[in-house]
């Protein structure tokens, strides 16, 4: 059974102390990861689609990647504004014919000042 | 540019009272349309999903159903609400590419109170 787990649950921070927050995924064949930023009481904001294992991705502080059983999401000089939860999700090749996306249940962020 | 809405953002209802959750996107044509439920510390869950017009698949046995009623329109129903439908709910869409890889994009959500 195609599975996403995320750590850790919550990660508090401060505003310029670098970190990472892992998902490690179980899947038969990856056909895409994806990563996802999510406000309080809003719906979840793409960020990132990683394919195939040595895969990176980049986006201002964010920078996401793959290996072949987790990715990692590294938050570089992170500041306030990056507080959110981060989701991870993962699609497998026999997910059938539409975009079925496994979720973990998240990693919530914290920056202070 | 494509862009999704969702209604209503916030709904109390009391337990046995029945519920309309409506979804539209604008900016993009025969999309896949999706109804996923998220609750405190937990994964978002897959509830229902649509490759056309009238065309619907549950993931999960429950009290709600769904429609299509139109290419970009998603609708979530329930005839009786139950106390555990509460919960935050979020209508997605993607592409209807060949290879069906790519990236969901989600609605603002719908916070559902059952009293």
């Known amino acids: 059974e195609d599975q996403v787990t995320q750590s850790p649950e919550a990660l508090r921070l401060q505003e310029g102390e670098s970190s990472s927050l892992n998902c490690s995924y179980t899947v038969s064949g990856l056909r895409g990861l994806f990563w996802y930023r999510q406000d309080p009481g809003k719906g979840p904001e793409f960020l990132f689609t990683l394919y195939s294992a040595g895969e990176e991705k980049e986006k201002e502080r964010l920078k996401a990647t793959l290996t072949k059983k987790e990715s990692f999401l590294h938050i570089t000089a992170p500041k306030p504004e990056d507080s959110a939860t981060y989701l991870c999700a993962v699609q497998g090749l026999f997910s059938g014919g539409y975009n079925k996306l496994i979720f973990g249940a998240g990693t919530r962020l914290a920056v202070h000042p | 540019s494509q862009t999704i809405h969702q209604w209503p953002a916030t709904l109390v209802q009391p337990v046995g009272s029945p519920l309309s959750l409506e979804c539209t996107v604008e900016?993009?044509?025969?999309?896949?349309l999706y109804w996923y439920r998220q609750a405190a510390g937990r994964g978002l869950q897959l509830l229902f999903y649509?490759?056309?017009?009238?065309?619907i698949s549950s993931e999960v046995p429950q009290n709600l159903s769904a429609s299509r009623p139109q290419d970009r329109q998603f609708i979530l129903s329930s005839k009786k609400l139950l106390l555990s439908d509460s919960g935050f709910y979020l209508c997605?869409?993607?592409?209807?590419?060949?290879?069906?890889?790519?990236?969901?994009?989600f609605g603002e959500g719908s916070r559902l109170t059952v009293l």
């Open positions: 997605a869409w993607s592409e209807d590419r060949i290879t069906n890889t790519g990236e969901l994009f």
């Open positions: 900016g993009t044509s025969n999309p896949n």
């Open positions: 649509s490759v056309g017009i009238g065309q």
